[in-house]
């Protein structure tokens, strides 16, 4: 077990990894941190096994914008009044040009986990 990986965490990779067709869908970035600094023989396997079938709650937004645009998915946030860390960041309701800084706040939170887990790590949509 690696210590920073939550206790529900390992469920879910090993469900994922077992199915072929199966994404994983995780806002938990400490586990894919965790996963790629680790040298153990056995997690860089399962690193390889979830290689392209990892979608960031980045990436999902990023997904969403173009799916729905920007100003109904950031209605959709506020309504919500989902108190999530990185939603707070990325959809501030006070800034002044909202949509630019979500795609340049997500495009630096997607570079950041793309510097640590590689490139093809994370599905491509």
């Not at 399962?46 to 980045?58: A, F, M, T």
């Not at 937004?61 to 645009?69: C, D, K, P, Q, V």
């Amino acid at each position: 077990m690696i210590e920073e990986i939550d206790p529900g965490e390992p469920l879910l990779i090993a469900k994922a990894v077992a199915g072929v067709e199966s994404l994983l869908l995780s806002g938990d970035k400490r586990w894919i941190r965790a996963l790629s600094a680790s040298r153990t023989k056995a997690v860089r396997r399962i690193k390889n096994q979830l290689k392209g079938r990892v979608i960031s709650l980045e990436h999902l937004f990023i997904a969403l914008t173009r799916e729905i645009g920007f100003a109904t998915l950031v209605g959709k946030i506020h309504v919500s009044k989902i108190t999530h860390k990185t939603l707070r960041i990325l959809f501030p309701p006070d800034v002044i040009a909202p949509e630019i800084h979500c795609q340049e706040g997500l495009l630096s939170y997607i570079g950041e986990l793309e510097t640590i887990t590689g490139k093809g790590f994370f599905y491509t949509f």
